[in-house]
T-cell receptor, first 114, second 109 residues
Framework: KAGVTQTPRYLIKTRGQQVTLSCSPISGHRSVSWYQQTPGQGLQFLFEYFSETQRNKGNFPGRFSGRQFSNSRSEMNVSTLELGDSALYLC?????????????FGPGTRLTVT | EDQVTQSPEALRLQEGESSSLNCSYTVSGLRGLFWYRQDPGKGPEFLFTLYSAGEEKEKERLKATLTKKESFLHITAPKPEDSATYLCAVQDGNNRLAFGKGNQVVVIP
């Protein structure tokens, strides 16, 4: 069974640009969550999507947004990039239904903002 | 605001030397406490979910326990392949997830 995949794996962007990251969940999983991981702040919850609807949201500014498609694939967008957005962005999937974090993570996208 | 504190930050163990990792938390309406393992350059791997005080879960050399204020991850007779960062997270009443900074464990052969 294929795991969670994320593309691209590495990305370099300039301040002020925007970026879109993609996540394909495990087949049959309907919930996708996104996280930001930095050495200073650790892992922080961005948001969770289930059946194309944002079900939960963390404490991040509106520059961070996401969506989920009918096939459960999800994208995350960051607009007007700042240097502090440099991080590993992880997505995770689970079956869904009741919100739970028994989830499977992808390898992450390493974003560097210069 | 939910808070999760893990201690110690880093731990070096001799192979076979058992130890425990601590995760203390403050959360509004705990719905679940989760343990993950993360290897360098990889995403976290789910280990356990605990829902209520007194609950225990085991997997190979790992055992997780939960009280009303903290959780412990006990590593019994560790092997070098148990070297990793162990992450604790809590799900609050609004279904948001808050992580601790992790316990970095190195097991020396």
């Amino acid at each position: 069974k294929a795991g969670v995949t994320q593309t691209p794996r590495y990305l370099i962007k300039t301040r002020g640009q925007q970026v879109t990251l993609s996540c394909s969940p495990i087949s049959g999983h309907r919930s996708v969550s996104w996280y930001q991981q930095t050495p200073g702040q650790g892992l922080q919850f961005l948001f969770e999507y289930f059946s194309e609807t944002q079900r939960n949201k963390g404490n991040f500014p509106g520059r961070f947004s996401g969506r989920q498609f009918s096939n459960s694939r999800s994208e995350m967008n960051v607009s007007t990039l700042e240097l502090g957005d440099s991080a590993l962005y992880l997505c995770a999937s689970s079956f869904g239904g009741q919100p739970t974090y028994e989830q499977y993570f992808g390898p992450g996208t390493r974003l560097t903002v210069t | 605001e939910d808070q999760v504190t893990q201690s110690p930050e880093a731990l070096r163990l001799q192979e076979g030397e058992s130890s425990s990792l601590n995760c203390s938390y403050t959360v509004s309406g705990l719905r679940g406490l989760f343990w993950y393992r993360q290897d360098p350059g990889k995403g976290p791997e789910f280990l356990f979910t605990l829902y209520s005080a007194g609950e225990e879960k085991e997997k190979e050399r790992l055992k997780a326990t939960l009280t009303k204020k903290e959780s412990f991850l006990h590593i019994t007779a560790p092997k070098p392949e148990d070297s990793a960062t162990y992450l604790c997270a809590v799900q609050d009443g609004n279904n948001r997830l808050a992580f601790g900074k992790g316990n970095q464990v190195v097991v020396i052969p």
